[in-house]
């Protein structure tokens, strides 16, 4: 029986060898007999036929094995960046790290985007580099670029001999090894002047003390052991798996606690059931249990399944530090937290998708099941962002990348049977107000054709501030018979407020602003003669509220802004004149080159999508010698004609064509 739990991630840069390490441990634990190939589609972990044809990690995927006392449950994650919004599910469910790198190709965009996520969340790391056995591989090099680009709180924690031979082995040192225990503590007294107290006044430290240490500040991520090895000849695997288990911090979590769980994936059985992967962070759910999630949704397990020793099993209970699979909550979404909450509540730690394309059925008759089936995918990746467009029957999806997009176009024909058009890719903007804008209408008013009364403020907000609801209205004009509370009402119109923003005066979301309710008025049979009529229901309230919305942010007027990244690049200083004239053409703000002998380093901001023609340009312009870093860096206005996007329903401030939408709703339910 094991005596405790580690829930570990496998994080990378595409093609480092994150799964092939992952099926090296699983054979080196004994969990499978055979070393399962990427290329072959034979891995454990990439079990999606699209997986396996193109050799890629597309899904997370947990499997289970033990080191010694230690039952580990390890996700292997996607690496290629189409596919960020997977790895990021997974870091709000993970006690600790490995992060690949590849001896040969070193520190890479993607590598540097994933440390600074580990870092910014805490989150224990070890760092094992890949491929010591290929022609290239480095080792002091490696750990050079770990050190600029990566952190310097790194402990190489062995050698390596016949590096870029099939022969490559690691030899990992022994704490008693001077030099080692020198270069450990200078990293550890960094963080704790004790150890450096005691090492000088001591004329030393005993190994155990420095090994604790290590351990200690590992699993608060302050430093970071790093291992040597190959996945693919197992050299440097067993060093990696005793610091597995000896470094990395086991999960923790009551049992007998209150439920607090957290789901990161969802995935369909054979019979199209939806299936939860929940990581426990306190308490036990059991078979039959019933759990609250979500929106205040209840429902019951039908089914748990835990993993142990491999693949999941069929259980009766999953518990605090556990990973479980639930059946029976057709609800639950990614992201929903199960029970209480956990107080620090997940963030996005990466870029939000910045593109997005429509997506048609070749055959006019699929479009009701190219909808559904978006629709089950967007469960599995909510970023996806299904938009339905009833006027022209058009369906829209947010994507990160092309990569992304050809993977959705073969998951809808292989799992679902359809064959699909994408149209264009474009860039997904927003719009911001520009200055206030007021708006009331009024009960019995020639132009409020509802039995309400709503006035709203919107006012500009500090960039990426979102959108925030306030109402400073009368708590004796609020309808209390519909919505029983003041506060239940408050969130009602706030969540109109907000479904109106989806479309501003350009089609776009509207954000950065805060909205106030300035005036509200229901009517009542028996009233005074400016509230008198039929009793005013929940619709009137959410029917006039766009209305009224849409007419304030039209007096505010918007500006459409559109996603900017800031660039790091890195080039031969050969090419810098030639990559410096191109920043120019596409309209970037260049910083002052930095010049590094033959290297030489640029800093700029632009916009999203001259970023992806600067990567198009980049290897013609560098001799496929220069590399690009980029990351969101928000929004900024856009100059002259202002980008529209079609709006996916009536827009409010036609009135003639809203009432005619309302109209075909009623009629169509």
């Known amino acids: 029986m094991a005596q405790s739990r580690l829930n570990l991630g496998i994080v990378a840069h595409v093609d480092a060898g994150k799964t092939t390490l992952t099926e090296r441990l699983l054979y080196a634990a004994g969990v499978i007999d055979t070393v399962g190939s990427v290329d072959q589609g034979t891995t454990q972990t990439d079990s999606l036929a699209l997986e396996q044809q193109r050799g890629i990690t597309i899904k997370s ?29 997974v870091l709000n469910v993970l006690d600790g790290t490995v992060l690949v790198i590849s001896a040969v190709e070193g520190v890479q965009p993607q590598t540097r985007l994933l440390m600074r996520a580990l870092e910014r969340l805490r989150i224990p790391t070890l760092l094992f580099v890949n491929k010591i056995d290929r022609p290239g591989a480095g080792y002091e090099r490696v750990l050079e670029a770990i050190t600029e680009r990566l952190t310097p709180a790194i402990v190489p924690m062995g050698v390596v001999d016949e590096l870029g031979t099939r022969a490559a082995t690691f030899a990992p040192w022994s704490a008693g090894e001077s030099a080692f225990r020198t270069r450990l503590t200078e990293v550890l007294a960094e963080q704790d002047d004790s150890i450096l107290a005691a090492y000088v006044e001591e004329d030393g430290i005993s190994r155990h003390r420095v090994r604790d240490a290590l351990a200690t500040q590992t699993g608060q991520a302050l430093v970071h052991p790093v291992f040597f090895g190959s996945a693919i000849t197992g050299a440097g695997v067993q060093p990696l798996m005793a610091g597995i288990a000896e470094l990395l911090p086991a999960a ?27 990581r426990m962070f306190s308490g036990t759910i059991r078979t039959r249990d019933r759990l609250r999630f979500g929106d205040e949704v209840e429902a019951k397990v039908t089914r748990i399944d835990v993993f142990d020793r491999g693949d999941a099993a069929r259980a009766m209970s999953v518990s605090a530090g556990e990973i479980g699979k639930l059946w029976g909550l057709a609800e639950i979404r990614v992201g929903d937290a199960i029970g209480t909450p956990r107080p620090a509540a997940p963030e996005h730690h990466f870029d939000p998708p910045t593109l997005e394309t429509v997506v048609a059925p070749n055959n006019a008759d699929d479009g009701a099941r190219l909808h559904v089936a978006l629709g089950q995918l967007a469960e599995q990746d909510p970023l996806i962002n299904v938009r339905q467009d009833d006027t022209r029957h058009e369906i829209s999806v947010s994507l990160y990348g092309e990569v992304q997009k050809e993977v959705i176009e073969a998951t809808l024909a292989g799992d679902f049977g359809l064959d699909v058009t994408f149209r264009e890719t474009t860039t997904i903007c927003v719009e911001r107000p520009i200055r206030s804008g007021e708006a009331v209408e009024l009960l019995h008013a020639e132009s409020n054709p509802f039995f309400a009364s709503l006035g709203v403020r919107i006012d500009p907000a500090p960039d990426d501030s979102g959108v925030a609801f306030r109402q400073q209205v009368d708590d004796r004009t609020v309808p209390l018979y519909l919505y029983k509370t003041v506060d239940r009402f408050t969130e009602s119109i706030g969540d109109y407020v907000r479904e109106t923003l989806q479309e501003g005066l350009f089609g776009w979301r509207v954000t950065d602003c805060v909205v106030t309710l300035t005036e509200c008025t229901y009517s009542v049979p028996d009233g005074p003669p400016s509230r008198r009529g039929p009793l005013s229901t929940a619709a009137d309230f959410r029917k006039l509220t766009p209305l009224v919305v849409m007419q304030a942010l039209e007096q505010a007027g918007t500006v459409v802004c559109e996603p900017v990244v800031r660039a790091s690049l890195e080039l031969p200083t050969d090419a810098l004149g030639a990559v410096m004239s191109t920043l120019g053409r596409l309209g970037a703000a260049v910083e002052a080159p930095s010049l590094q002998g033959t290297l030489s380093k640029v800093g700029a901001v632009l916009s999203a999508a001259h970023a992806q023609d600067l990567q198009r340009q980049l290897p013609g312009l560098t001799g496929g010698e220069g590399v690009l870093e980029s990351s969101f860096a928000g929004y900024q206005a856009v100059s002259g004609d202002q980008p529209t996007r079609p709006r996916t329903t009536a827009n409010p401030l036609n009135l003639g064509e809203y009432m005619l ?9």
């Open 61 to 89: 995927a947990v499997v289970s094995f033990a080191i010694d006392d230690v039952e580990v449950n390890l996700i292997d994650t996607p690496g290629h960046p189409d596919f960020v919004a997977e790895v990021e599910r």
């Open 252 to 278: 923790e979590g009551d049992a007998d606690g209150p439920v607090s769980g957290l789901v990161f994936k969802i995935e369909r059985g054979p019979g199209g059931e939806k299936i939860a992967y929940v």
């Open 661 to 669: 939408h309302l109209a075909r709703r009623v009629s169509g339910a």
